[in-house]
Nanobody, 127 residues
């Protein structure tokens, strides 16, 4: 059974930084693209960033480009999201996500391609 465990959320002032981590287990981590999604209260879960199995390919939603960086360490089975220049509108629960298929690429990843979700970690950015 695939398990995804996020950590690193918290409360930060606007302009600050946080680094989220996601520890994965249950299958060969390096065979799959991975992603981060977020969900604010009253809103749908949305795509934030994705990374290919090797780390060479990445994709970001427009609102976080230049501020967030997704990365992975396949030797540690861990996914990261470095979030800089945080804004109040980044406030949400952030979810680590894994697709069901190893053919899912970072460029194609969306909510419908996700088979496994982490429990979520709250990020709150104060103004």
């Amino acid at each position: 059974q695939v398990q995804l465990v996020e950590s690193g959320g918290g409360l930060v002032q606007a302009g600050g930084s946080l680094r989220l981590s996601c520890a994965a287990s249950g299958r060969t981590f390096s065979n799959y693209a991975m992603g981060w999604f977020r969900q604010a209260p009253g809103k749908k879960r949305e795509f934030v960033a994705a990374i290919g199995w090797s780390g060479a390919s990445t994709r970001y939603t427009d609102s976080v480009k230049g501020r967030f960086t997704i990365s992975r360490d396949n030797a540690k089975n861990t996914l990261y999201l470095q979030m800089d220049s945080l804004k109040p509108e980044d406030t949400a629960a952030y979810y680590c996500a894994a697709p069901g298929s190893s053919y899912t690429t970072a460029q194609a990843m969306g909510v419908s391609s996700i088979a496994y979700w982490g429990q979520g970690t709250q990020v709150t950015v104060s103004s």
